[in-house]
């Protein structure tokens, strides 16, 4: 995922698209001496407001657009 790709939450059903404006890395230090690092993606979506995505909570719009319209034409097949 890149710096002004259009994504959706994979979590919700609505299609109201984001982009990816920042990309956040931060070290988390664990009580017990480890440390593993964590990537973020800060995406602004329409209502004018700024998350934190893992890369488990995005999908990219594209491929979600392409995958509907597969279904569609899948569909419009079977009824033939």
Known sequence: ????????????????PGMVVDEVSETIYLDD??????????VSWPDGTLT????????????ICKE???YLDEQEKEKE
Request: proline fraction near 0%.
């Open 1 to 16: 995922m890149n710096i002004g790709d259009l994504v959706l939450r994979a979590y919700k059903e609505s299609m109201d």
């Open 52 to 63: 934190k995505e893992t890369i488990w909570e995005l999908d990219r719009f594209e491929t």
């Open 68 to 70: 509907y319209k597969d």
């Open 33 to 42: 001496g480890d440390e593993y690092i964590e990537h973020h993606y800060v």
